[in-house]
């Protein structure tokens, strides 16, 4: 048994959290009963673990890629979920290293039985095989959590909407959802949209690349009935694909997003302008959200769009998946995609997670 004593949740609310053989057993006000004690210091806030539902954590295939434990609980997220980087040809591999992290790993399936071996993964339709793609889903029905389509130009050369209608296909027979990468057209979202259903995932939602980006009104207008029918809004970051300048006119007209990814991979968790989750959620806060907002968005809305019923949530039953973290009375330079730079008064900054009850110190 394991307590976690006066931990301060998002909401500033405080509560004591028992543990049992890694599960959430209770969740109380003042518990007095037995355990192994970690008590919380003063101004550290506890949620349940982050989830990183965009990441390139398949270390075979430079320059998008990071070992998982690199960009996981080191940084205070204890679920990284790989977005397409590899495909049937590789999933094994993956797999493998994947069951030796701390870190949970889970994995999009690039639609592409190559994954990113090459940057234009799409531009050969002979690369995608259903088939291929639905004998690894069969292995690794608990690993592989949805399916990846990086649908922009550079990636599809002279495919056109053909490697989407294929990505389609697939999600309809397995009954996996489909993250679809939005950038450069063509393909241009009116395009892509009337194939995506409820379930489904546009990521690199507040990009500034001069098509696809919601400062065209029609886009903005394509998004929110999007968000009608029940598709969701992912950040992904990355190094290209995040606009101060975007995200505020998304506050501004009322478009949600629904998850707070990274895209993380070596290079820009080095050189930035990424660097981990902690940053990129700083980056919210300045943009006006509110602490809880923000934590639901890498906590329990990832997990519901992954069907992942035991992480995200702090409450019986859970995994025992946490982030300890702190907001820094500290002023931080937040550089977006485009080289804009927000300042900002204060950063969230980790100090320790716990996997599956496991308290490790950071």
């Given amino acids: 048994m394991k307590v976690i004593k006066n931990a301060m949740l998002p909401s500033g609310l405080r509560r004591d959290i028992v543990i049992n053989d890694g599960v959430i057993e209770d969740i109380v006000k003042d518990y007095d009963g037995h355990g192994d004690v970690i008590y919380v210091e003063e101004g550290t806030y506890v949620s349940p673990g982050w989830i990183d539902m965009h990441t390139h954590t398949f270390p075979k295939f430079p320059p998008y890629c990071a070992h998982p434990d690199e960009i996981g609980y080191m940084h205070g997220v204890t679920t990284v979920v790989d977005a397409g980087s590899s495909g049937a040809d590789d999933i094994d591999e993956f797999y493998t290293l994947a069951k030796q992290c701390k870190t949970n790993v889970l994995a999009f399936l690039n639609i592409s039985r190559i994954g990113l071996k090459r940057m234009d993964e799409l531009s050969r339709i002979d690369d995608i095989s259903i088939d291929e793609a639905r004998k690894a889903i069969d292995r690794y029905e608990h690993f592989i959590v949805g399916l990846k389509a990086r649908m922009s130009q550079s990636v599809i050369g002279e495919s056109g909407i053909a490697p989407l209608k294929l990505g389609k296909e697939l999600s309809e027979k397995t009954s996996l959802p489909l993250m679809v990468h939005i950038g450069n057209a063509p393909p241009t979202l009116d395009e892509m949209l009337p194939y995506l259903k409820k379930g489904d995932i546009i990521t690199h939602c507040f990009h500034a690349k001069h098509q696809n980006n919601i400062f065209h009104e029609q886009i903005l207008d394509a998004m929110l009935v999007a968000i009608k029918k029940g598709v969701y809004l992912d950040v992904g970051h990355g190094t290209a694909s995040f606009s101060f300048q975007i995200a505020k006119v998304a506050k501004r007209k009322n478009l949600p ?63 025992a998946d946490f982030t300890f973290f702190s907001i820094d009375d500290e002023e931080i330079a937040l550089k977006d995609s485009e080289g804009y730079i927000q300042h900002h008064r204060e950063q969230i900054k980790v100090n320790a997670v716990m996997l599956g009850g496991e308290y490790i110190e950071l």
């Fill in 257 to 319: 997003f629904h998850s707070i990814s990274t895209d993380i991979y070596e290079k820009n968790k080095e050189e930035g302008p990424v660097y981990n989750m902690a940053t990129t959620l700083t980056k919210f806060l300045a943009l006006g959200y509110s602490l809880e907002e923000v934590i639901r968005a890498v906590t329990e809305v990832p997990a519901e769009i992954l069907k992942l019923h035991r992480r995200g949530r702090c409450s019986p039953g859970a995994i």
